[in-house]
């Protein structure tokens, strides 16, 4: 299952970066695409807002890459008694996985949110095993399952 879930979120990630990488590309076309008139300012507006959309995607897609990499880091093949990076936690209100911050997903029939290790909630509850409570945002949560 962890594998799977693992697969799905690399998929995320990769069209992502395939979103980031066309939506580069789409900018920068733009701004080559931008005629001087005799409106100079208005030539020059337009192409610094291209440059400004190329370095925001920019930005967006180096994220990604970041994102991707830790997530090829992430050894789903263990089974963990205590929660970690990896962990597929249940709870009764909710499931978790510790793997990448692409937040609520729809997964084989489940509903869970993927959480990125060093996101505030996946902090909170790492080293915590079955049995135990955990309180986030005032909310009362106790682990079910671990692995």
Known sequence: FKKRLLQQCIHIIEQRIAAAAGAIADAQDAANAE???????????????????????????????????ALNDIDCTSLYTTIAAGSYVQCRECSFFIAAGLGKLDFEGRILYLLSPDAPLAKIIFGKSAGQTIIFTKKEMIVETVF
Do not use: P
């Open 35 to 69: 005629e001087k008139s005799s409106a100079g300012d208005k030539y020059e507006t337009s192409r610094a807002m291209s440059h400004l959309q190329k370095d925001m995607y920019a930005r967006q897609l180096q994220a990604n890459r970041k994102e991707l990499a």
